[in-house]
């Protein structure tokens, strides 16, 4: 395992790969240990193969220290005693290890991490970043999605392999086309969410083996699915036995105690220091090269362009230059993967490539379309026509950038309550008409889409991390017929070139009703150009609308969804024969209903049941 030029890389922050050099890896006749503690006094191995007796680790130059230990294998647990320079022992978790015990337990455990045969050789050959593709992400919290009801502890928790029945079917069925996880790198206290972090290379033992993970992405894959992995780049738990003061100093963290506190209250990153380069971009690159992951969303990305997140204050040089160099190379590597940005008051350099002063990301959430649109969501009728720019001002803006279109767990939790909740309307069949339009205008916007689970059950609680999604709310008829709602909106989206082709383009999107404030109203087309436009029409108001739409042409249309259809909860108002006349297409708009039109030739067109020719029965004679 020793190499020392990749020694020296890791060391000058340059090494992709450093969870080759570090951690336990399995070798003819025993196990090769190593850790990287270039300040400690001492380091021993302590392990279960000798009762845990102290073994004496060998430090090189760089400070690196390793031993192997002869006739034992995987699932042996062990741990580092460092002493610091004044001699002070403290006992760590291997910071590369691909294994560990169930919190509160924290040891690791030397695991196989290439012993798994992957099926997925056509998904990988076929990935992309997904551009012109459909992209529409479930995010995706694992301990709460669902829980088994009679059990207590860990074992409520849904298992890695449990998943591939339960997650993957549903996210199928729904039309989603990737998975977001939450952080699932390992963490010891459940209300961080896996935002503090304690083992960067080891997926949580909450959930099972690291092999039951890399089948639940196999699974993915097989159907269809990708899968992206939320990462916490810029700060981890400050527990003793992770990488805070890890060798009696501060090797992974700044001596600055101002830098050292994140606003979490957890410990930062200090990226002044080369060989945190080295570990955190080697990271990243083993969650694609080890368990075939699609995407890396990075978590906090303000914190690591400003030194406390704030885009008034000076660049923080160093994690600057950790971002560009990083993603250069990783892009380089891996072509076909994404790297998604949290925008977070960053800037809109996000997307730009590293040669033209960007960092390179693929793609970044877009916050402010989410925090504009979901606070008029929330407004009541009477003040919508004076915040009507709450819905189309990020369009503004929207060409500056790669965005998706983001409703995460960030906008669902911590008090600022559900979806549903923040849906205005004075009865519960208003709240609901409210919601179905502005999820119709969510999947019909330029971007890419996400959203949290949950919101797709019109979920009236917000989310918290001690209680799984209420299920049980599709027994009523609101929810079920809101939840096909939105597997038919999303069904639309990866049928409809339209809504995916060339979506960066500026050309591709164009305002139709754009200063209808008076009315709540917004009209829009979306272009594939390739000959298959849609029209979209968005009523917010609690009002009935006779609306004349400018097509600029005289055809025949068609409804591909109307949301006041009664199989989700509407009143059924339709629009039938559906012809334009002099470049004009007159439609009946219910009060809070979106409407989504294709073009289509005259017997395409939907009739009114009066309309509409009985089949005649063949003739048997």
């Known amino acids: ?194 935002y503090q972090v304690t083992g960067y290379y080891a997926p949580t033992s909450r959930y099972g083996e690291p092999r039951y993970l890399m089948d639940l992405i196999d699974n993915c894959h097989l159907n269809g699915i990708g899968a992206i992995l939320d990462f916490v780049p810029v700060h981890y738990a400050r527990d003793e036995h992770g990488l805070a003061y890890f060798d009696g100093t501060c090797l992974y963290e700044s001596e600055d105690p101002q830098l050292r506190e994140s606003a979490w209250g957890s410990v930062r990153f200090d990226y002044a220091k080369n060989h945190v380069h080295s570990f955190v971009r080697s990271a990243i690159n083993f969650w694609i090269n080890k368990y075939h992951f699609d995407g890396i969303r990075l978590d906090a990305i303000a914190y690591l362009v400003f030194p406390n997140g704030n885009p008034n204050t000076p660049e923080y040089e160093c994690g600057v230059w950790f971002l560009k160099n990083s993603l250069f190379t990783l892009n380089a590597y891996h072509p076909d993967v994404m790297f998604i940005s949290e925008d977070a008051n960053c800037n809109m350099k996000n997307t730009f490539p590293a040669v033209y002063g960007g960092f390179g990301f693929d793609y970044m959430w877009n916050f402010g379309w989410s925090a504009e649109t979901l606070r008029y969501l929330s407004t009541p009728f009477g003040m919508r026509a004076q915040n009507h720019n709450m819905m189309t001002y990020p369009m503004y803006y929207f060409n500056q950038g790669v965005f998706i279109l983001t409703i995460s767990h960030d906008d669902v939790s911590n008090g600022k309550s559900s979806v549903m909740s923040k849906s205005y309307g004075r009865t519960q069949e208003e709240k609901f008409a409210n919601l179905r339009t502005y999820f119709l205008y969510q999947m019909t916007h330029p971007g890419k889409k996400m959203n949290f689970m949950g919101n797709e059950l019109a979920e009236y609680m917000e989310w918290k991390d001690e209680q799984p999604l209420g299920w049980n709310l599709l027994s009523y008829p609101n929810h079920d017929s809101f939840h096909e709602f939105i597997k038919k909106l999303n069904q639309i989206y990866k049928d409809e070139p339209a809504l995916y082709v060339q979506d960066y383009n500026i050309s591709s999107f164009a305002w139709l009703d754009l200063q209808n404030a008076g009315n709540n109203i917004l009209a829009y087309r979306r272009d594939d150009f390739n000959g298959n436009p849609l029209y979209v029409v968005l009523n917010f108001s609690p009002f009935e609308k006779d609306y004349w739409l400018g097509v600029g042409y005289n055809g025949f249309f068609r409804e591909l969804v109307n949301s006041d259809y009664d199989i989700y909860g509407g009143s059924n108002k339709r629009n039938y024969n559906l012809k334009s006349n002099e470049g004009y297409l007159n439609i009946k708009l219910a009060p809070l209903s979106g409407v989504i039109l294709k073009p289509c030739g005259e017997d395409e067109t939907d009739k009114p049941p009066e309309e509409r020719k009985e089949e005649e029965p063949e003739d048997n004679a």
């Open 1 to 194: 395992m020793y190499d020392y030029n990749r020694l020296k890389n890791h060391i000058n922050g340059v090494e992709s790969c450093s969870y080759d050099l570090f951690g336990a890896h399995l070798q003819d006749g025993g196990v090769y240990f190593s850790v990287y503690a270039p300040n400690a006094g001492d380091v021993k191995l302590s392990s279960s193969h000798n009762n845990w007796q102290d073994v004496q680790m060998n430090r090189d130059n760089f400070g690196v220290w390793s031993v192997f230990i002869e006739n034992i294998g995987e699932g042996t647990r062990y741990k580092y005693k460092i002493f610091s320079p004044d001699g002070q022992c403290t006992e760590k978790t291997d910071p590369f290890a691909f294994y560990n015990e169930v919190r509160p337990d924290w040891t690791s455990i030397v695991y196989d991490i290439n012993n798994y045969f992957w099926r997925d050789e056509e998904w990988i050959k076929k990935r992309n970043k997904n551009f012109n593709n459909p992209l529409n992400i479930y995010e995706v919290h694992l301990g709460t999605w669902k829980i088994k009801d009679d059990k207590t502890g860990d074992e409520k928790f849904y298992k890695y392999q449990e998943l591939i029945d339960e997650l993957i079917p549903y996210v199928k069925d729904m039309g989603y086309t990737h998975i977001e996880f939450l952080p699932l790198t390992e963490y010891p206290f459940d209300g961080s969410w896996g």
